[in-house]
Every structure is written in C-alpha cells, then in structure tokens.
C-alpha cells in the first residue's frame, strides 16, 4: 500500500505537467480552433531560457530561491512573445486562407526550427537545472515526496487559477470568453478577435515556459526535452477534452499516474501504452474527451 501511494503520489507531480502543457492546447483550441504543435518547444525554449538567466542571476551572489522567483518574469515574458510569434508566422494566414493543414504544417515547422536553433546555441547535452528548493526528500507516512514536487503541483494550480480568475473578472479576459463561445458574433461585437487569438497562443505559450522551469530542476534541461512532453500532453488534451480547463488537468492526473503504476508493476517499456489505450477508446466512445461538449453544426 504505502508502494502505491508512493506512485500515485509521484504520478501527480507528472500530470500536473501535463495538465499545464494541455492547458496550452485547450486555450488556443478554444479561441481559434486550431492547435500550437510546437507546445512541447515552447516548454523546451522556457526552461532553456530560465536556465541561463539562473544561472547569470547565481553568478551575480544572488542566492537559488530568489534567482528563481527573479528569473520567473523573465521566463513569462519570454512565453508570451514566443507564442505570438507562433501565431503570427504560422497560425494567422493559415486561418485566413481557411487552411487546415497550413496552421498543423506550420506549427510543427517551427518547432523544428526552434528545436535546431537550441541546439546551436545551448548544445546538444542536457544540462542540470539548478533547483530553488532542497532536493532532501520529505516523509509523509512513509511516502516520500520532493519538495520541487509539491511546487510543481502548487505551481500549476496557481497558474490556472490565475487565468480563470483573469478570464472571469478582467474586461480582456471577458473578450477572451466572447471569442471562445461565438468567434463572429463577438468580432461583431466590436472584439477584435484577432487580437484575442494572439493573446491566447502567447498565454499557451507562457503556460508551457512555466511548466518547463517546474519540470526542469527534477529532470535535465535540453533541446529534446519537450518532444515527448509535448506530446504526451496533446493526447491528455484529447482524453480530458479540448474545450475544458477542467478535463484536461483531469486528463493528465488519470495519465501520469497510469504511467507511473504501468511503468512500476509491468514495465517501464509500457508505461505508455495505457495512455495510448485510454486515447483510443476515448476517441472510440466519446470523440469530444471525457468532459468535453459535443459540438453540433448546422450545414
């Protein structure tokens, strides 16, 4: 028993992540129906960038904590320009010439694109991300949990409020909830839809730069680090439902935890085929993920 709170616990930790990650997808999904391929990157380019600004911040006699909560801004602000450039080479003509496969071509370009120049300017080894917090483990009960841990999961659910709560009492959140329930009768409005659209993509793109400095101090830090992230969260995305915040943090709960029971009483060389399984027979049963709504068009 206290084996399987262990993994259950540590199972957490890993969904939140991918929970923060297929909260990306959700937010541009719903403001735009189109989707940023290239969110595992942009999760690769933040933790990256936070590295080196630690890693200047320490070198400046400043202490781990308070070059972390330092380099925190940097990283946000960093995640929002990324994003909109997303959009704006790659998403926006795309959506104008009404092209479905031009936005899914282009997002995954330049992932690649961004992928390649992080190899060329920070290598292509992995490198250790130096952690805020002690890496003592803490014992509760006999489950041991690190304290980088419980900030990934405070972290994320912090982050998430944030943006319900901006969402929910800003007059810019509010244009972004229009643009997310009626896209033409909001720009009619008098939203400026296009606008809110960049927004999204570079708040799904800062949400992805603050999961990469999470994840970054409990793992290595490199230019191939966000492929698999970004596309573990893209299917947690699916299974929870792309048009609920909700859904797809229940999402990545059900999937980190799955992955880490497989991984321990099967092996780790299938951790990742109940998650693959549960995507199947979601799309199979409900297309729309577990707490998605049904869309239903009139032609």
Do not use: C
Not at 15 to 39: D, E, H, P, R
Not at 214 to 234: D, Q
């Amino acid at each position: 028993m206290q084996v399987l709170a262990q993994l259950i616990v540590s199972g957490i930790s890993v969904g939140m992540i991918y929970g923060v990650i297929a909260f990306g997808y959700q937010l541009t999904f719903s403001t735009s129906k189109t989707l940023n391929f290239g969110q595992g990157e942009a999760l690769m380019l933040g933790a990256l960038v936070g590295l080196t600004t630690i890693n200047f911040l320490i070198g400046n006699a400043l202490g781990t904590l308070s070059a972390f909560l330092i380099m925190l801004p940097v990283v946000f602000a960093f995640g929002l320009l990324q994003g909109a450039v997303v959009e704006f080479l790659g998403v926006r003509q795309a959506m104008r010439t009404k092209s479905e496969a031009g936005w899914i071509m282009a997002t995954i370009a330049l992932g690649i694109i961004f992928r390649n120049l992080a190899e060329n300017i920070w290598g292509h080894d992995a490198l250790r991300f130096p952690s805020p917090l002690p890496e003592a483990a803490l014992s509760f009960g006999g489950v041991r949990i690190q304290p980088m841990e419980i900030a990934i999961v405070v972290g994320a659910i912090l982050l998430m409020i944030a943006i319900e709560i901006f969402n929910r009492r800003s007059i810019y959140g509010k244009a972004v909830v229009a643009t997310s329930n009626d896209r033409d009768a909001a720009g009619l409005m008098g939203i400026d839809t296009r606008l809110v659209i960049t927004f999204s993509y570079a708040l799904s793109s800062m949400s992805a730069a603050f999961a990469g400095v999470l994840v970054a101090p409990i793992t290595l830090t490199g230019a191939n680090m966000g492929a698999v992230l970004g596309l573990t969260a893209f299917a947690v995305a699916i299974i929870g439902g792309l048009s609920s915040g909700v859904g797809v943090v229940v999402g990545g709960l059900i999937l980190g935890i799955t992955e880490n029971l497989t991984g321990y009483y099967i092996s780790t060389g299938y951790k990742d085929v109940p998650g693959l399984l549960l995507l199947l027979l979601v799309l199979s049963i409900k297309p729309a993920g577990l707490f998605g709504a049904t869309a239903i068009k009139k032609v």
